[in-house]
């Protein structure tokens, strides 16, 4: 019995105020249709669940795999390993892996991507992670432009791509060691930057905390972070705001 | 209007299902008597607002210690400067200071303390914390006891006092430096002990975060811990455990 | 020869009263009964003594589990590996096992749960941490809800199951990554919270150290916090709050 | 003598091809325009310089806020003293000063403010950041509303402003101690949202820093993150993201 | 009534053997002449109390070091202000009081000190916490040799007292920013080390941190650590040490 | 079309000023010459590109290090695996590896070394570090002498090789641990020192962090520091400084 | 008398070449025949050369494993995996190899063993540590009690041990987790506590940090510190201050 | 030809008794003519000794200073504050105090200035410690050229620049927040770079932790790094490079 159910039976006199004030009191959310409305939030936002395949045993992996692309008709998976394919595989053969950014994935065919968003990194080793990022943004719908290896050190290969990336809705600067990266491409383009720290690095890079506090600390107007390594997290971020621009 | 006024109207015809399920899809916590409710928690479980005095300004901090008092009869603010009594007392001038532990209040007489909480102090510089707790304690109603200066480095002078503690409902253990006092206490009690760490010490006590790690990394059973120096926050937890136990 | 046979040789002329006073002031512990009272006080209190199985070696465990089963009729250890399970199961083949909780036992049958404890986790990652506070709770005769799954970024899967949380006696909030599930809970229940943070995470969480300083930080009151995946702890601390109530 | 002139005279035949191209080779930036083109992307882009004014002499600072103002008809300060803005008074009686967010200017008349930006507080300690935060945004043309004191210990507070909130382009989330706030809030909404962890809190929560880690690991998506206390970062990215939505 | 009269009832047949247990088992400690015990253990080793005056009310000062005066005829304190001092001195005129080291004190005169111990600085601005150190060896009766100014970045000013050093039986090493005085010593001494790190540095010193990660890393054999500017701490260690040696 | 062809059809008419100008505004780095500038500086200053190997795949580190071979007649790579080794080896069979310092290279015979490098260690167990340090300034050039485990715990160790190193015209000082031997090294020469802390230690180590403290806290004069292990960078920048002196 | 003095002296027969080579021997080093005095310093201490296993290659270790047991007839080396004693023993049938403190030596028969050293510890996973600590001190000459398992979280077991631990000439406190054993037991001896820290632990444990921070924050007089995990460093601390006592 | 054989000879006459105090001469220290040797390295190397004047009392302070001026004829102290420069004028009128970098000194006219230092800043706030890099560098020999406010968030300001500093023998580069001025400089000149990181920034920059970690993990090549706030240091390293080239 739901909200409208139960006032209706207000109306007709079959349930008290007082039985229906207590219904209300005690269910504020579910059957209000709370749930429905965020459902509906997700199909409107074109954001639908995401599975975040780490640590995930295989009976479970499978089963969210199966429950969301029966639901949605395709599915997208973060962080997964080669033999968590091998068993998705066996039940769903159309299923498609990328070993570098570790995403699975079943995905409707002519997907129509909007706006620009261009993805950099500093080096080859954040291409990884640069690659979780693209792939959820253009998953999402997001238009993208990969700039890779255009680190500080070298800041001419930065400079020779500049056009490239002034023109996009949105910036994803991912850079591990120092990660200054984020930083020089504020005081070049006037778009929103969103900073990836990366793992990559050894000693005081402390497993990318270097990186984090460098981008968190940048003197450059425009640049706000997410987690080191979290890809995902930046290719989210960036579609919301290309989607905010490129119609939707 | 609120959510039986609606609902008394949709019984009457007055409004429609349409709109009044409108009202709960919009408002689903405010109207339909949550805050009241909350209210109603607060009054039912006898925790009223307190005051976090630090960091406020002199005309907000009135404002909110007249609105309390008025709405309560009676009124507990923490961390309270002299200059910020000196305001207020100006205008209530019933009002409690205790320097020690830095409350401000102004407390119903006869006030009945049921059940036993324990308080205890490695040293005597952690009394400022543990009378913040124990005078939350007591003004949220727990009866409690002061057992003062009573650190590991002299064990015998804990195990001299060791049976009024073990009679306690619960046990708050504070201290500062290596923080050892709940571990030990908690090998000697059956009861739940609330570890509160302070920053008593200096070098490498870093303000007392060595202490807290000493309390959460602890080997005996039995021990939760509050953030650095948080009275308050012991006396409230312990007078929550101690109300279950002594009635409520 | 113990204390009681000592006074009755010195009521006899046998002992000298200095003789008496060397040995009680030689030994004040262990003769006197010390450890034995203690044995009185697990006896009592419920709490028989749980073995870490983590580093121990093959045939210590073996040896503890076997003794402690002797002693108390069942045996209950955390943190075990299946290859120890193996061998205990060898000699024991009553013996249970979890994967999950990786909690190994020989449990009394027809055990009585009372009172009543909801153990609640953020994510589904969190849910072994979570299994090894609910069992040991289930153990020690704790009566257990688990409400799994309801983390902050959602919240009305939380407040859809906020009714069953409030009418527990205490509270176990489980959450890793940014740990904010005990401060949300904190606001809607008047009980006791132990919060667990867990390793649960990547990046900038350091292993769970970034939810540990999130509950400990909580501007929420009633929560209190163990360490980093110590479902045992929350176990245990909640299980004695539940006795208080509860009866015992 | 620039780069047209430079060409110019190539053409005339007056710069031998090998001159000119020692000019560009030597002198790609500055006197390419490069500078130029950089002052054209501020005026084009509506963010003209802000004086960090922290640290700043006086005599510095008034030179900057004078030079800035002859520029641009309007100036803009941030983290300002009151002897400060005494200073600046003198010579520019017109200045504007809120002691509150430290935010110094002479700002046009009558300026148009588009869009919309939710700037959200945990509690009233945030305040102050989070009014830099709304200033920024309003001063660079950014229609902002304010929601402050909904921390998630009292999510009612949070909830029954969610529907103002859902309507925003990009939302600020100002919280300090646990800094859960962000989290609680990207279940809620579908826009990007700015977390600003802020250093409001004491013992464990190291100024922020713990504040800032949670935001980090937000299990939630569509959060980044900006400096402790960086109010005026928030403001500057969540006005990127509002003007590509509302316009430009 | 203490242990020895309650067993002397026991013999004289005025107490029964029942009762006697039931005492000796409640209080194991107190009554059983442990203070006194402790107090016989204080006399007997040389260690009186010693203030720890940082953070003390000037009441509770007068009283502590009053009360100690008058049971030992001589006092110590460390860490005095000079205003705690004037306190003191106006009701304890012959009070003795070291700016450098912050020891106040009333000394016995022609004491005896015996053994030796080396207190070596590296800087001169660690002198203050060395003074700490050797002040407390010689109050407790060690006779202590200054070693000063003889840090590694000229090693040649160690070497030219190293014999001195050598023929101590146990060396103080007090050394700030990066704290290597101790490894460089240990490779030279064949007596124990007590290293001290000071707070003495700035930027990536931490107030300490890196020197005292130096000394407890120390590649070096024969060095343990005390905290942080704990000058009374090395001083008390060491005696116990040069007392082993030097008799007793 | 590079810059020159521009300017000379500027010169004949053929492009306008215009367009030229446009040219110039859009791409001023890679087409004016920048990237040759680039390349020239590598060629000239002798510092030809090398290969981080760690962490890349087999193809892509066969493709880079083919590519560099081709280019320059040598190749130089950092931080190989013996696998990567193989299938190198299998192409180039040419190729030298040592397993120790994990170079991998192909050097031109009879490279002349010019000045003096001091590649200096601690223990035994930096001596891989080092020889990444000393190796990489032998590619590049630079004669060097190797005085291993001179650790400060045995200062004559360090003193009976001093006057070697003192004629150096640059040091490295590899240390893990405690690190303190750069401290004990700048006293006694005065020629720049190059830290480089190692992960040698275990427990505070931090692996590594302790030593980088120590020597960024150095109280001595003319040390400056790499990164933890970074045996490369040291190689790198006593070149530099070698170079200066020696000629090139 | 100077060196001049001495060499005139020499050249005029007044003192013999061994009287000189004495003189020159004591003043430091190498020429001087440092490296024989060093070997004296060893042969007269006690303390021979210690062989650290840790990632020595077989080869090294192999060697420096027979060159010490040519030199001194016996040999001691710590941390040494139980392939190394393969190998090792392969060579040199005698050695003995304990797989608990990963000890590997060949020792003299009928060593005697002086004084007496407490090695203590608070739970049994402390004991690998501990037993490095006292086979290193009963290697070195001394006499060894093992106290183990007696934790705080469980006083009695410590009380009860307490007067074998009170005659002792130092004590070894091995403790993880939270680390609190040295501080109670520094309250109840007055010999000198080396408190070893141990990785002991988990979660916020941080591999034995807290541990350490424990110990060196002690507000209990007579404890220092050495390295996590450093059973080897305790047992060499403990033995020097044992042989200073006992005679030697 | 060892000691005894020295020793042989010069009883045999067949060595000279200068010849022999030669011999141990050059063998180190103390009586040897050791403190000579070292003052003769200071004459020969221009580093004259330097106060350190922070926390120096003024009677230290002046004393120092006297003797230094007297000795060498100039002084030169860092971090000397105004009253301590007042205090000092009082007896030396002639000396120089500049508020900026807090040098005081009295310097001999007509110095002669060699070579080229680049001295760099991020930003205005970092000009302190760049001046206290840049006077230093002067005092002792080397002529210096400032390039302040290049940071990286206008790349323009520092390629505008560029050539200047690429002609330097050696570049500081001095940065606070998040530092990255270091890296993108390595990578346009071929001269080591001297990084400084600086305390300059708030929240997350932990006084200069963040700068510090950012150059030390710098992806490109020929950065080594300094102190926090260590301008001191910088100048110091720089001037032993410049040296190196310029003559001396």
């Given at each position: 019995?739901?909200?409208?159910?139960?006032?209706?039976?207000?109306?007709?006199?079959?349930?008290?105020?007082?039985?229906?004030?207590?219904?209300?009191?005690?269910?504020?959310?579910?059957?209000?249709?709370?749930?429905?409305?965020?459902?509906?939030?997700?199909?409107?936002?074109?954001?639908?669940?995401?599975?975040?395949?780490?640590?995930?045993?295989?009976?479970?992996?499978?089963?969210?795999?199966?429950?969301?692309?029966?639901?949605?008709?395709?599915?997208?998976?973060?962080?997964?390993?080669?033999?968590?394919?091998?068993?998705?595989?066996?039940?769903?053969?159309?299923?498609?892996?990328?070993?570098?950014?570790?995403?699975?994935?079943?995905?409707?065919?002519?997907?129509?991507?909007?706006?620009?968003?261009?993805?950099?990194?500093?080096?080859?080793?954040?291409?990884?992670?640069?690659?979780?990022?693209?792939?959820?943004?253009?998953?999402?719908?997001?238009?993208?432009?990969?700039?890779?290896?255009?680190?500080?050190?070298?800041?001419?290969?930065?400079?020779?791509?500049?056009?490239?990336?002034?023109?996009?809705?949105?910036?994803?600067?991912?850079?591990?060691?120092?990660?200054?990266?984020?930083?020089?491409?504020?005081g070049l383009v006037d778009k929103p930057i969103i900073g990836v720290p990366t793992s990559v690095?050894?000693?005081?890079?402390?497993?990318?905390?270097?990186?984090?506090?460098?981008?968190?600390?940048?003197?450059?107007?425009?640049?706000?972070?997410?987690?080191?390594?979290?890809?995902?997290?930046?290719?989210?971020?960036?579609?919301?705001?290309?989607?905010?621009?490129?119609?939707?």
């Amino acid at each position: 019995m739901d909200a409208r159910e139960i006032l209706l039976q207000v109306q007709k006199g079959q349930v008290s105020v007082e039985e229906a004030e207590q219904y209300f009191r005690r269910q504020p959310f579910e059957e209000m249709g709370f749930a429905k409305l965020d459902t509906h939030r997700k199909i409107r936002s074109g954001f639908a669940e995401v599975i975040f395949c780490s640590g995930k045993s295989d009976a479970h992996l499978l089963d969210i795999f199966g429950r969301l692309y029966e639901s949605d008709g395709e599915v997208f998976g973060t962080r997964a390993t080669p033999s968590q394919y091998e068993i998705i595989r066996e039940k769903y053969p159309q299923t498609q892996y990328d070993s570098l950014s570790r995403i699975i994935k079943i995905e409707k065919p002519d997907k129509k991507r909007i706006g620009k968003i261009a993805v950099c990194t500093a080096g080859t080793a954040d291409i990884p992670v640069a690659e979780e990022a693209a792939q959820t943004a253009e998953y999402f719908g997001s238009y993208v432009e990969r700039i890779y290896d255009v680190g500080v050190c070298g800041i001419h290969r930065l400079l020779s791509r500049i056009e490239t990336i002034q023109t996009a809705n949105c910036i994803v600067a991912v850079a591990g060691m120092e990660g200054a990266l984020a930083s020089v491409m504020a005081g070049l383009v006037d778009k929103p930057i969103i900073g990836v720290p990366t793992s990559v690095g050894y000693g005081a890079s402390m497993n990318g905390l270097s990186a984090l506090l460098t981008m968190i600390n940048s003197c450059a107007n425009g640049i706000s972070v997410v987690n080191i390594d979290n890809g995902y997290g930046a290719g989210y971020v960036s579609t919301q705001i290309n989607r905010l621009v490129a119609g939707k």
